[in-house]
């Protein structure tokens, strides 16, 4: 019998001989309070990339920075994890993952403590460059859920962790704009680092020992990436949806703190903090989407997931710019409750979309998981990327109307792509 795309497992490189194959994986058993560690574990982590955004201010003030140096400090943490995710995470496909991702985060606790004690600009930079990239450890620890999980949970076993990782990115500007505005940003960062240390210990005590399935030289892994990319239809089609996807979300969460600034709303940095907390109450879906890609819903979550974004889309033109004829200042308290709603269903759409193209990804080629990831990762971060550029062009030429336009666009090419996708699912080998 042909089996869909999606979930035939490819080759895509040459199968080692058994003189260089490895005996299988060592796997331990993915139970429910694992799964919340790993959940609480990402969460944690991926808070080093997003905080820096608010602390951009105190930090590039406190160490004399230029003004036309100081978009770095958002900036670099970003860029270290995209060459993490090129250079370190493949290493998960040689080398043994539990001490791997012990010396990665302890790595990373490492250079999060330099960057609170630092007191050079230049050393500064380069230890927040180095923590983000040390923090792709996230995405060896997703494949290692996924790899601990039976294949018949194995979607319900990526969504909880990506639930975690959600919330983490939703959560970690209101989180340092608290902490550094109660004790300093040199603090931020030291919690950071305290806390990355804990979880380096605690994930070396819980983890089993991953042996991955085959080998090769480094150097092979890093040129297998292309390979990967060009030869897996399954990642080239979820890798840009989650693209489309990511792009939408970072064009709203770029540009709603400037909406929720301006009158009617006239927020100051506590009340921004508890709309993003509000609007984190989306991610609440994920181990629901995992769940319904387990038992064979996924095409029908999918075309839900990307309605829902599409109707997010227009709550949030309707509250913030007044689309469809509704007053946002005869109406502010309705206006921000409508804004509040609409993030949720948008964080629920992308983060279900999100899930369902990962429980893809970890089905098609478990002696390539780890590269398979990183290439998905990258490829959604510069949708996410694009979205943010867009909505700041946007923003500048036509206000919240436009960034809504922009996120509309993303939302409606994702539906759009969505019927290629499952077209091509519909195809048999």
């Not at 769940?291 to 979550?301: F, I, K, M, P, V």
């Not at 309605?307 to 005869?330: D, E, R």
């Not at 062009?393 to 499952?422: H, Y």
Request: proline share 6%; net charge positive; charged share 10%.
């Amino acid at each position: 019998m042909n089996r869909p795309a999606d979930t035939c497992p490819r080759a895509v490189t040459t199968p080692p001989s058994p003189s260089l194959a490895r005996s299988p994986a060592t796997r331990g058993t993915l139970t429910t309070p694992l799964t919340l560690f790993f959940a609480a574990a990402v969460g944690v982590i991926v808070v080093n990339l997003s905080a820096a955004q608010p602390l951009t201010g105190p930090v590039s003030r406190a160490l004399n920075l230029p003004p036309e140096l100081a978009g770095l400090i958002a900036m670099l943490p970003q860029l270290g994890y995209a060459a993490g995710l090129l250079l370190l995470v493949p290493l998960c496909d040689l080398l043994e993952n539990r001490r791997l991702i012990f010396r990665t985060l302890a790595f990373c606790a490492a250079f999060l403590a330099l960057s609170a004690l630092a007191r050079s600009g230049w050393l500064f930079l380069a230890s927040a460059f180095l923590a983000g990239a040390t923090s792709s450890v996230i995405q060896m620890l997703v494949p290692m859920a996924a790899s601990m999980a039976p294949e018949s949970r194995r979607g319900r076993a990526v969504g909880n962790v990506m639930s975690g990782l959600m919330l983490g990115i939703l959560l970690s500007r209101p989180l340092a704009s608290v902490i550094a505005g109660s004790f300093g940003w040199r603090s931020f960062y030291g919690i950071e680092a305290a806390a990355d240390a804990l979880l380096a210990l605690v994930l070396y005590v819980q983890l089993p020992n991953h042996m991955p399935l085959a080998h090769a030289r480094y150097t092979e892994l890093l040129r297998s990436l292309w390979t990967l990319l060009r030869t897996e239809p399954v990642l080239q089609r979820r890798a840009t949806l989650a693209a489309l996807a990511l792009g939408a979300f970072s064009a709203f969460w770029t540009a709603i703190a400037l909406r929720l600034a301006q009158p009617p709303f006239s927020l100051g940095m506590q009340g921004i903090a508890a709309f993003a907390l509000a609007g984190a109450t989306g991610a609440i879906v994920t181990p629901l989407a995992g769940y319904l890609g387990d038992r064979g819903a996924e095409r029908s979550t999918q075309i839900a997931s990307h309605l829902v974004m599409i109707g997010a889309v227009l709550v949030l033109g309707i509250a913030g710019a007044g689309w469809g004829g509704f007053s946002p200042a005869a109406h502010p308290v309705a206006a921000l409750a409508l804004l509040v709603a609409g993030a949720a269903a948008l964080d629920a759409g992308v983060i279900t979309d999100q899930t369902l193209g990962r429980r893809a990804i970890n089905l098609i080629n478990p002696t390539a998981r780890g590269r398979l990831n990183a290439l998905f990762v990258g490829i959604f971060f510069i949708g996410g990327a694009i979205g943010a550029v867009l909505a700041g062009a946007a923003w500048a030429w036509a206000g919240w109307s436009g960034v809504c336009a922009i996120a509309l666009g993303f939302t409606i090419a994702v539906l759009l792509f969505g019927f290629v996708d499952r077209a091509a699912r519909r195809t048999p080998h």
